[in-house]
T-cell receptor, first 115, second 112 residues
Framework: EAGVTQFPSHSVIEKGQTVTLRCDPI?????LYWYRRVMGKEIKFLLH????????ESGMPNNRFLAERTGGTYSTLKVQPAELEDSGVYFC?????????????FGNGTRLTVT | GDSVTQMEGPVTLSEEAFLTINCTYT??????LFWYVQYPGEGLQLLLK?????DKGSNKGFEATYRKETTSFHLEKGSVQVSDSAVYFC???????????FGSGTQLTVLP
């Protein structure tokens, strides 16, 4: 079984540019999550999809961030325009059931550097 | 709101030493508690979990006991190996939340 895959693994962009991160969850997993770790601090929740619907987007920092999951398969997270404080590692995770029952499967993350 | 506080790192130990990484939490209700581990170049993996008070989670020689009275979930291992070098994250989920609240992570380096 393929795990959660994310790409790119690294991205370096200039302030003001646009970046799109992609996440492919494990096949059949309806629940997809985005998390972010900034500056070696705690990992913070961004949002949660159930299939193609946004179940909870309370962690999205501002309207420069746009997440989509068309067709309920892969998801993209777009940052436009990027700011310096957006630098960090963006993790995607998926689960078949709500994670209180089954564990979250995480991808390796995308390291975003905004210069 | 919910929060997790874990021991500041980095932690450096010699092989076969005893490991404790402290974790305390603040949450509404009765959260489920987790330890995740991130090995170099990899994603986070669930190491162990406990879903109610006094439960002990264990895996790969690691243990943690859910202590409601002290709101703690400290991670322990009796004899660490070089291969245990990684970043360890304490986390919780509470109520109907379908999200995890993480601590800041503790970098562990084990020297041969």
């Amino acid at each position: 079984e393929a795990g959660v895959t994310q790409f790119p693994s690294h991205s370096v962009i200039e302030k003001g540019q646009t970046v799109t991160l992609r996440c492919d969850p494990i096949s059949g997993h309806d629940n997809l999550y985005w998390y972010r770790r900034v500056m070696g601090k705690e990992i913070k929740f961004l949002l949660h999809f159930v299939k193609e619907s946004k179940q909870d987007e309370s962690g999205m920092p501002n309207n420069r961030f746009l997440a989509e999951r068309t067709g309920g398969t892969y998801s993209t997270l777009k940052v436009q325009p990027a700011e310096l404080e957006d630098s960090g590692v963006y993790f995607c995770a998926s689960s078949q059931d709500p994670h209180r029952i089954s564990p979250l499967h995480f991808g390796n993350g995308t390291r975003l550097t905004v210069t | 709101g919910d929060s997790v506080t874990q021991m500041e790192g980095p932690v450096t130990l010699s092989e076969e030493a005893f490991l404790t990484i402290n974790c305390t939490y603040t949450a509404t209700g009765y959260p489920s508690l987790f330890w995740y581990v991130q090995y170099p170049g990899e994603g986070l993996q669930l190491l162990l979990k406990a879903t109610k008070a006094d439960d002990k989670g264990s895996n790969k020689g690691f243990e943690a006991t859910y202590r409601k009275e002290t709101t703690s979930f400290h991670l322990e291992k009796g004899s660490v190996q070089v291969s245990d070098s990684a970043v360890y994250f304490c986390a919780l989920s509470s109520g109907s939340a379908r999200q995890l609240t993480f601590g800041s992570g503790t970098q562990l380096t084990v020297l041969p």
